[in-house]
């Protein structure tokens, strides 16, 4: 997989710097001799073993990335319960108005978020 791939969008190259990293020992991407293929699948069961569902692809040189859907998190870090975990309400509005209900759409929640690539 060299560049952009038929139907795949690419992801952004170099990729923006991580907010935190944790780099993956190559036998826990898949059993030797792999490729990509095998690399996927064994990725998307790990990720479906947590909880994760949802992902989407891209492509990468020589490879692609696989990145989660984005999920709210605690501060320590744990996946919060369902269906809060996935959500992407609105908070309720007490009293609608125009304002608050424009500031609802462009500003998020405040809150932690993950999202895995």
Sequence with gaps: ?????EGIPA???PPPKP???APLARNLLATEPAN???VARHLEASLASVGYAEYSYYSVPNG???ATRMEQITPQGAPKPDPLRWSSALPP???FSLAD?????FIA???DYRVIV
């Design 36 to 38: 990509l293929g095998d």
């Design 64 to 66: 692609f990335a696989l």
């Design 101 to 105: 209900y424009m500031r609802a759409l």
């Design 93 to 95: 509005q007490p009293v």
């Design 109 to 111: 929640p405040q809150g």
């Design 19 to 21: 907010t935190s990293r």
């Design 11 to 13: 992801f952004p190259w």
């Design 1 to 5: 997989m060299a560049g952009h791939m």
